[in-house]
């Protein structure tokens, strides 16, 4: 008998009294479309959730080591901040206010008395304002021997305001002694005026480009 045959000899309306194999099939069948329609009705919304969700748990473990990261390079700022700040202060302290440079300059000459030397021209120059602080040049020419022109020039080095040689020329005299021609070079920090004129200064340069 044919399969088609044996299936229409059936009686669908006692299921109890199919084959076993028939009602194996039933069942598998009827799973199969339960199966699928769960997965129309909600588990196709629930794996796209999944999904979403896989997604947004890698975002955020990336933006989790991201921070972490600027975490810890933050701590190593703040304490190159730090070492800067006290760095900049040192250095700071070693400029002189506007009311000290008048006695910066006396030290400067006094420097030179103390080795013995004849000046023969001591001019403060034009202050150059830079950002925070002033330059100040002083144009100096002295006279005496090699070892008290070595001696100068390393006292101004160990004064404790900052106080530079430049443009050095060294010549001989008649008599033996040597002369010394340079632009000593200080420095002050500005007051706090003259600080808030200089950002203006600045801010107006600025706007102009």
């Known amino acids: 008998m044919a399969i ?6 059936l009686n ?13 099939m039933c069942m598998l ?15 196709s919304s629930q794996l796209e959730e999944f999904d979403t969700g896989t997604a947004t748990e890698q975002t955020l473990k990336q933006d989790y080591k991201t921070k972490k990261n600027q975490s810890i390079n933050l701590i190593a700022y703040e304490r190159q901040y730090k070492e800067v700040d006290i760095t900049f202060g040192a250095m700071l302290r070693q400029l002189p206010n506007r009311q000290q440079v008048e006695a910066l300059l006396v030290e400067i ?3 030179g ?4 030397l ?20 002083i144009s100096i020419k002295v006279t005496g021997n090699y070892h008290d022109i070595g001696g ?5 080095a160990q004064l404790s305001r900052i106080v530079t040689l430049n443009n050095l020329s060294i010549m001989p005299n008649s008599d033996g002694t040597l002369s010394l021609e340079s632009t000593a070079r200080t420095y002050r920090y500005l007051d706090e005026e003259e600080a808030a004129a ?12």
Request: proline share 6%.
């Open 29 to 43: 069948g009827a799973l199969v479309v339960v199966l699928i329609a769960a997965y129309v009705s909600d588990w």
């Open 4 to 9: 088609g045959d044996q299936l229409r000899s």
């Open 113 to 116: 008395l103390q080795r013995g």
């Open 12 to 24: 669908w309306r006692d299921p109890g009294s199919l084959p076993p194999l028939v009602k194996l």
């Open 152 to 156: 100068f020039a390393s006292d101004l």
């Open 198 to 209: 200089q950002r203006k200064a600045l801010a107006a340069a600025k706007a102009k480009r």
């Open 118 to 137: 004849q000046f023969e021209s001591f001019k403060p120059g034009t202050e150059t304002v830079r950002d925070f602080y002033a330059e100040l040049p």
């Open 109 to 111: 000459n006094q420097a």
